[in-house]
């Protein structure tokens, strides 16, 4: 597992309606998984359980979308105020969170 430096990837989520969407979605998905919990301690047959896990993933990857929606935001913004290397810093640092979510997704 890749640990993610302190120094960067940090996304603030000061859009205030960005960071309630992400975590009405984070919440839903609580539920989802607990939901599959409940199915497979109930032994509910397995393509139904598998049908759920794919809704669960489904919506993990949206927030991961919205999320880096958020961070190239400030990625972009950030760099229109910063000039030489802490701007390529800057998009290195986005390069490498869009490179960890492709990973996963």
Same mark, same amino acid.
């Given at each position: 597992?890749?640990?993610?430096?302190?120094?960067? %990837?940090?996304?603030?989520? $000061?859009? *205030?309606?960005?960071?309630? $969407?992400?975590?009405?979605?984070?919440?839903?998905? *609580?539920?989802?998984?607990? !939901?599959? %919990?409940?199915?497979?301690? !109930?032994?509910? @047959?397995? @393509?139904?359980?598998? &049908?759920?896990?794919? =809704? =669960?993933? =489904? =919506?993990?990857?949206?927030? !991961?979308?919205?999320?880096? #929606?958020?961070?190239? *935001? *400030?990625?972009?913004?950030? &760099?229109?105020?910063? #000039?030489?290397?802490? %701007? !390529?810093? &800057?998009?290195? $640092?986005?390069?490498?969170?869009?490179?960890?979510?492709? $990973?996963?997704?």
């Amino acid at each position: 597992m890749r640990r993610i430096s302190e120094r960067s %990837q940090t996304i603030n989520m $000061d859009n *205030e309606r960005q960071k309630k $969407d992400v975590m009405l979605r984070l919440k839903r998905i *609580e539920g989802q998984i607990r !939901g599959l %919990q409940r199915m497979v301690e !109930g032994s509910a @047959p397995c @393509p139904e359980i598998l &049908t759920q896990v794919a =809704a =669960a993933t =489904a =919506a993990l990857k949206k927030v !991961g979308t919205v999320i880096i #929606h958020t961070y190239m *935001e *400030e990625c972009v913004e950030k &760099t229109q105020k910063e #000039h030489g290397s802490k %701007q !390529g810093e &800057t998009l290195k $640092d986005f390069q490498k969170a869009m490179s960890r979510y492709i $990973d996963w997704a």
